[in-house]
């Protein structure tokens, strides 16, 4: 059974940060991709950053420069590091794992907020 469990959210002040880990489990890790995305309520689902097997990083403008992706294959664990953290980052941040096959898995989500 695949599993991704997300943690690392929570409240924190304009310009602070935070980290966000994502552990996977019951898949192979380190040949798949992982990726973050973020949704706030009544809004699509947004992506946040991409890292490959290869270790190819990608992000959006919006998000370029503050966030930062990295996978830890021994831990089977992705993370994001978010830096100066804006109130319009508050979103539920969800990870996802694309597997050679195109099949997506998600994990439960962890709530960022972050005051003015």
């Known amino acids: 059974q695949v599993q991704l469990v997300e943690s690392g959210g929570g409240l924190v002040q304009a310009g602070g940060s935070l980290r966000l880990s994502c552990a996977a489990s019951?898949?192979?890790?380190?040949?798949?991709?992982m990726a973050w995305y973020r949704q706030v309520p009544g809004k699509q689902r947004e992506w946040v950053a991409v890292i490959t097997s290869g270790g190819t990083i990608d992000y959006p403008d919006s998000v370029k420069g503050r966030f930062t992706i990295s996978r830890d294959n021994t831990k089977t664990t992705v993370y994001l590091q978010m830096n100066s953290l804006k109130p319009e980052d508050t979103a539920v941040y969800y990870c996802k794992m694309q597997t050679l096959g195109g099949k997506d898995y998600w994990g439960q989500g962890t709530q960022v907020t972050v005051s003015p």
């Open positions: 019951g898949i192979s890790f380190s040949i798949n991709v």
